[in-house]
């Protein structure tokens, strides 16, 4: 009975399959840039970002103001809306409670968070930026094993 399995592996963990004598065939597909997929932030058709090809993104500090426009605002508008409660785009253009605004100024300090298993972490690729009063705890080692 032949088994056939559709596993996210890193291209090292790939490698070690193939070399298993258990594995009868393998194959590795890496996604490709410009491949939408719905699940990441800012979860834009019109951006076409996945996990693997991610951004580029300014990451706003409390106070920074942007102004926006049509190649900026898919990226901000999920930040806008979670920190306002509304905002609404019509033609590229946002507006806050029926108002336009083509400047912005934002309330929070954000950070870009990344799991320590690239190909298998929910992090800031699925949930955009997080703000820092969010941020629970803070990293005073690292190690790394070979």
Known sequence: ???EYAVSASFVEYIKMKQDSNVLAISYQLEQPFVFEDDIYPYSEKLKWNKHFWGPIYLPKKGDKIQLSRNNIDVYLPIIQEEERTGKVHNDSLFIKGRYVSEYEFKNDYYFVMGDNRDNAVDSRYLGPIRRKDVVGIVF??????
């Open 1 to 3: 009975m032949n088994l």
């Open 141 to 146: 080692y690292s190690y790394h094993f070979k």
